[in-house]
């Protein structure tokens, strides 16, 4: 987070192009002879990390949550830019429709400050319609390189329209295009349909005109209400320590009642 407060945004612009870049290496990859991995290596019951010994400690973290996880967001940031770990702002989004259904993907975090977590995505889509329905969802960023995780609980709430549209306008043209070709979570009937869409709306908006905001996309906003920094230790002794927010969503503490942390925060361990 920054130090001003005002927004950050992880990736914007970079994480469309990394994305193209990927999946050009995959298609490439794919053309390659790949090394025969041995029948030990593939068993999932062998496969065994021995993590960190740094510890994690409760006198060391900071006040709030957001501030913590700007912490290790700009360490994630930073391990991924010397190749640790791909996509630091990626994580997986549960929500559960009205019976108690769960759903999870995965989507990427675009703005983080002390209000919560903002993703971006179709208002049409299964998490979206799940999400009018049960606004209770979990995040959770699966930093495996680094031995650590941060496991978020909370409510979604949308971005304001005005939000939604600068975010909207940072994008490239092609995934702006994207935004109004795809039905995100709708059956089609092929992949050629979604191209002929694409090809289109890019006749119609070529590249240097303004491509509207699509009334069915847009942010949103988690208020965490629980965040739980995870950092793998030895034998499987894990440090787990979770911010629980006290009184309401506001943050104000009820009267008498703090057990540590800043003020709207308790902070509290967990057993591994
Ligand atoms: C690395 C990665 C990043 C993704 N980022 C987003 C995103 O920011 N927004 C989004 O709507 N979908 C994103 N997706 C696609 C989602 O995982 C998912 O397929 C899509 O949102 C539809 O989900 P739903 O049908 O459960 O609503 C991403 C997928 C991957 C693998």
């Known amino acids: 987070m920054r130090q001003d407060g005002r927004v950050t945004d992880p990736t914007a612009e970079a994480a469309d192009a990394l994305a193209a870049d990927a999946a050009a290496d995959a298609r490439g990859a794919?053309?390659?002879?790949?090394?025969?991995?041995?029948?030990?290596?593939?068993?999932?019951?062998?496969?065994?990390?021995?993590?960190?010994?740094?510890?994690?400690?409760?006198?060391?973290?900071?006040?709030?949550?957001?501030?913590?996880?700007?912490?290790?967001?700009?360490?994630?940031?930073?391990?991924?830019?010397?190749?640790?770990?791909?996509?630091?702002?990626?994580?997986?989004?549960?929500?559960?429709?009205?019976?108690?259904?769960?759903?999870?993907?995965?989507?990427?975090?675009?703005?983080?400050d002390a209000r919560g977590f903002v993703f971006f995505t179709n208002y049409g889509s299964r998490k979206a319609r799940e999400l009018a329905a049960n606004p209770h969802l979990s995040l959770l960023f699966p930093w495996h390189p680094m031995a650590r995780q941060v496991l978020v609980t909370g409510t979604a709430a949308r971005t304001s329209a005005e939000e939604t549209a600068a975010y909207f306008r940072s994008r490239p043209h092609g995934s702006q295009l994207g935004a109004w070709a795809s039905a995100q979570s709708e059956v089609i009937a092929s992949r050629g349909e979604l191209d002929r869409r694409w090809a289109e709306l890019n006749a119609r908006y070529p590249v240097g005109t303004e491509v509207p905001v699509p009334p069915h996309w847009g942010g949103f906003r988690v208020t965490p209400a629980a965040v739980e920094f995870w950092q793998g230790r030895?034998?499987?002794?894990?440090?787990?320590?979770?911010?629980?927010?006290?009184?309401?969503?506001?943050?104000?503490?009820p009267e008498g009642g703090r057990e540590g942390g800043a003020a709207g925060w308790r902070v509290e361990r967990l057993s591994p």
């Open 30 to 112: 794919a053309d390659r002879p790949r090394p025969a991995a041995p029948e030990t290596a593939l068993d999932p019951a062998g496969m065994r990390e021995q993590y960190r010994t740094e510890g994690l400690d409760a006198r060391t973290l900071a006040a709030d949550p957001m501030t913590q996880f700007g912490h290790w967001f700009r360490e994630a940031a930073e391990s991924a830019m010397l190749g640790g770990l791909y996509e630091p702002n990626a994580m997986i989004v549960s929500t559960a429709d009205a019976e108690g259904r769960p759903s999870a993907r995965t989507v990427l975090m675009k703005q983080y």
């Open 234 to 253: 030895r034998n499987r002794l894990h440090d787990r320590l979770r911010y629980v927010r006290e009184g309401g969503a506001d943050g104000r503490v």
